[in-house]
T-cell receptor, first 115, second 114 residues
Framework: AQKVTQAQTEISVVEKEDVTLDCVYETRDTTYYLFWYKQPPSGELVFLIRRNSFDEQNEISGRYSWNFQKSTSSFNFTITASQVVDSAVYFCALGANNAGNMLTFGGGTRLMVKP | DTAVSQTPKYLVTQMGNDKSIKCEQNLGHDTMYWYKQDSKKFLKIMFSYNNKELIINETVPNRFSPKSPDKAHLNLHINSLELGDSAVYFC?????????????FGPGTRLTVT
């Protein structure tokens, strides 16, 4: 069975603060993929990043960075110098071979960035 | 051009009615999915189709029947709608080989059953 846990249901920060969204996953597969999606108030799901289980290199894209640690089964997402437009619900998801092509999503973290 | 499109965007209907949601992707992907997002934002897979064949059917009531006329379309038909069916339904697609997990989502259809 696969499971994704996002323990933070809601986070509120003030603009320009850095914020880290936590994601912990469980899977018995050795080959798997981890994702982050953003769901802004408009409702669509926006793909942010995909990382496979063999690539533990951290990634930075502008103000976004991701820290993948297999030893702790975590794939955390940091937004540096947050902006009001970052306000959204962020989902972490897991895909693994034994689960077909389906993604298992975490419960989401609602991030509110106040001016 | 919209990669994954869904119609309608909003659907309001009464209990007991039958309704359909359409999904089309122009990405040339082999696999399509339906997800349900409940009022607490929890996202869960419902169905997965590969080249018009059902490959995943999670625990979904028989009232929900996906239909795939070709690999670019996966429609969702719901019979005898219930209040608990109110949710946002997302269609998604992905390539089959090598990038199976790279799923692209449609804009969602908000279904409200009264």
């Amino acid at each position: 069975a696969q499971k994704v846990t996002q323990a933070q249901t809601e986070i509120s920060v003030v603009e320009k603060e850095d914020v880290t969204l936590d994601c912990v996953y469980e899977t018995r597969d050795t080959t798997y993929y981890l994702f982050w999606y953003k769901q802004p108030p408009s409702g669509e799901l926006v793909f942010l990043i995909r990382r496979n289980s063999f690539d533990e290199q951290n990634e930075i894209s502008g103000r976004y960075s991701w820290n993948f640690q297999k030893s702790t089964s975590s794939f955390n997402f940091t937004i540096t110098a947050s902006q009001v437009v970052d306000s959204a619900v962020y989902f972490c998801a897991l895909g693994a071979n034994n689960a077909g092509n389906m993604l298992t999503f975490g419960g989401g973290t609602r991030l509110m960035v106040k001016p | 051009d919209t990669a994954v499109s869904q119609t309608p965007k909003y659907l309001v209907t009464q209990m007991g009615n039958d309704k359909s949601i359409k999904c089309e992707q122009n990405l040339g992907h082999d696999t399509m999915y339906w997800y349900k997002q409940d009022s607490k934002k929890f996202l869960k897979i419902m169905f997965s189709y590969n080249n018009k064949e059902l490959i995943i059917n999670e625990t979904v009531p028989n009232r929900f029947s996906p239909k795939s006329p070709d690999k670019a379309h996966l429609n969702l038909h719901i019979n005898s709608l219930e209040l608990g069916d109110s949710a946002v339904y997302f269609c998604a697609s992905s390539p089959y080989r090598g990038r199976e997990y790279e799923q692209y989502f449609g804009p969602g259809t908000r279904l409200t059953v009264t």
